[in-house]
């Protein structure tokens, strides 16, 4: 568990002072979203028939949380005993963990005798190379009658077949935006910080359906505050995130600034406030989505920056990204209106519009 947080902390030092951790829910009740889900394990519990599973979905959307809980309704104070916790990525390979289930699995346990059962939770599953997991399958298969498996991952499909069709399979989905928030506001008021109803939205914005890193984000930003208060630009800065503002602000000089201009200007944002092109990118398709364009323009600019996502994430230059941005942005200007350079009455109006969207009041053009 402590690999997947950032900060370091040992064990107990975390669960009290790391908040991703003292709220992590102890009982599947307390988990938010995932009815379906809460409700197929609690029957399965109930009807002591757990088969292997497979928790599979992004990273923060409560995997390990729901099968803890799990685990502690049927073991209660036997867990520790009960429980083998392994993360597959770890180096040490499938040898290192046939050894470990071997010996906790003839550990005779007074305990284990009663209640049939113990549990190994396997964490990052999606890791193993395919001879690894074709190992793990014959020693899930061996101890089938007292131990069963949680493999915990990503992406279902790097599991292979012969696993998959051994598990149960549950997928997790992100955590809707309202359950987040619900959640967030719990944490906050049990943590008495005050956060303003906009940085709950940009927690939640965000952190895109990931608990953890809006829970993260909400402490480091508290954390980070002078004024010991969760604002929305103290979210955005954290996160190193461009926010609606600097998105206006981005999209303005885009749209009205000569190329040399533009470029210079959006640089020094750039790297004063360190953000990311491809945060940006992701920004300004939003931001676009909001804009009153022609389909033409609009559908012009989504493909440009599409492509230009695509390659970012082939990890091109960002300088010359950039100024691919800049270029298509004076493109999409020149679609707009190829008469006038500037003020164009459609494209103030789309600023407008992208203004109003983002929730803020219309400041002068530079
Ligand atoms: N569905 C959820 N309900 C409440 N808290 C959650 C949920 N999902 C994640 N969290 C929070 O995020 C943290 C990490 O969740 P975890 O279960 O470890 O995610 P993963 O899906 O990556 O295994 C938990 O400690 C908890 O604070
Ligand atoms: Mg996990």
Redesign the pocket.
């Known amino acids: 568990?402590s690999s997947?947080g950032r900060l370091t902390a040992t064990q107990s030092e975390q669960s009290e002072t790391i908040?991703?951790?003292?709220?992590?829910?102890r009982e599947l009740d307390?988990?938010?979203?995932?009815d379906e889900i809460r409700g197929t394990l609690r029957r399965l519990i109930a009807e002591r028939t757990l088969p292997h599973l497979l928790?599979y979905?992004?990273?923060?959307?409560?995997?390990?949380?729901?099968?803890?809980a799990c685990a502690r309704e049927m073991f209660g104070a036997q867990f520790k005993t009960m429980v083998l916790e392994l993360n597959a990525s770890d180096d040490r390979g499938i040898d290192v963990v046939r050894e470990q289930i071997k010996t906790f699995a003839s550990t005779r346990h007074i305990y284990a005798l009663k209640a049939g059962i113990k549990l190994v939770i396997l964490?990052e599953a999606d890791a193993m190379t395919s001879a690894a997991q074709a190992a793990l399958r014959r020693i899930m298969e061996k101890y089938t009658s007292n131990i069963r498996f949680c493999l915990?991952c990503?992406y279902a499909n790097k599991i292979i077949p012969a696993i998959q069709s051994r598990c149960t399979r549950f997928r997790?989905q992100p955590?809707p935006v309202a359950?987040?928030i619900q959640?967030l506001e719990y944490?906050a008021d049990r943590e008495g910080v005050p956060v303003d109803r906009a940085a709950f939205d940009a927690l939640a914005r965000i952190a895109q359906g990931?608990?953890?890193?809006?829970?993260?984000l909400m402490q480091s930003t508290f954390l980070a505050s002078a004024s010991a208060r969760v604002t929305e630009d103290g979210v955005y800065a954290n996160a190193g995130m461009p926010s609606p503002a600097d998105l206006h602000a981005i999209a303005q000089i885009l749209l009205y600034d000569p190329f040399a201009q533009a470029f210079c200007k959006i640089s020094e944002i750039k790297k004063g406030k360190g953000f990311a092109l491809l945060d940006m990118i992701h920004g300004l398709h939003e931001a676009v989505m909001l804009m009153e364009l022609s389909p033409k323009v609009k559908a012009f600019l989504f493909e440009q920056l599409a492509n230009m996502e695509w390659r970012l994430v082939s990890a091109t230059s960002e300088r010359i990204q950039l100024a691919a941005l800049v270029g298509i942005f004076r493109l999409a200007a020149s679609m707009i209106d190829d008469s006038e350079s500037g003020m164009d009455p459609k494209a103030a109006a789309a600023v407008e519009k992208l203004v109003q969207g983002a929730g803020y009041d219309q400041t002068q053009h530079g």
């Open positions: 568990m997947n908040w991703v951790e003292k709220y992590r829910p307390e988990i938010v979203a995932h928790f979905g992004p990273p923060g959307t409560g995997k390990t949380t729901a099968i803890l964490d915990i990503n997790f955590v359950q987040m959640r944490i990931d608990m953890r890193r809006a829970i993260y």
